[in-house]
């Protein structure tokens, strides 16, 4: 297979299990790996026969600024529902992060990195 990958798609969403996540919201980061053959949309330079990338991220950041949900996890499914929805796309990997979580210690990031396929 084949790799379309998005990086750093940003949005601000109100996702997180504390009622200061959902009354604030904070930003959400998502990396996506779309997996694909892109031999079809070459052959014929056909962006028809790809998954537009252009697309992919509006309808990912749109889902990050949708409906809240608890669980990052929960965020990341909803995400590759969305993608593998492109007949092109085969199967995808979404990473999220959430840099603001609220951890009491000094961290970095927390992230969750799913892989889906057709059913």
């Known amino acids: 297979m084949d790799r379309v ?3 750093g ?3 601000r969403g109100h ?3 504390f009622e200061r996540e959902r009354i604030e919201g904070q930003t959400f980061v998502v990396d996506l790996v779309l997996y694909l053959d892109t031999r079809p949309a070459a052959s014929g330079d056909d962006l028809t026969r ?3 990338y252009g697309i992919v991220a509006e309808e990912v950041t749109a889902i990050i600024a949708g409906e ?3 669980l990052i996890e929960t965020l ?3 995400i590759a529902d969305q993608c593998l929805k492109h ?3 085969e199967e995808v990997e979404v990473t999220v992060h959430k840099p603001d979580a609220p951890i009491t210690v000094p961290f970095d990031d927390v992230t969750v990195t799913i892989h889906r396929g057709r059913a």
């Open 76 to 78: 990341a499914q909803r």
């Open 5 to 7: 990958t998005l990086r």
């Open 50 to 52: 790809t998954a537009h």
């Open 9 to 11: 798609l940003r949005a």
């Open 68 to 70: 809240p949900v608890d």
């Open 15 to 17: 996702h997180g299990v």
């Open 87 to 89: 007949d092109a796309v």
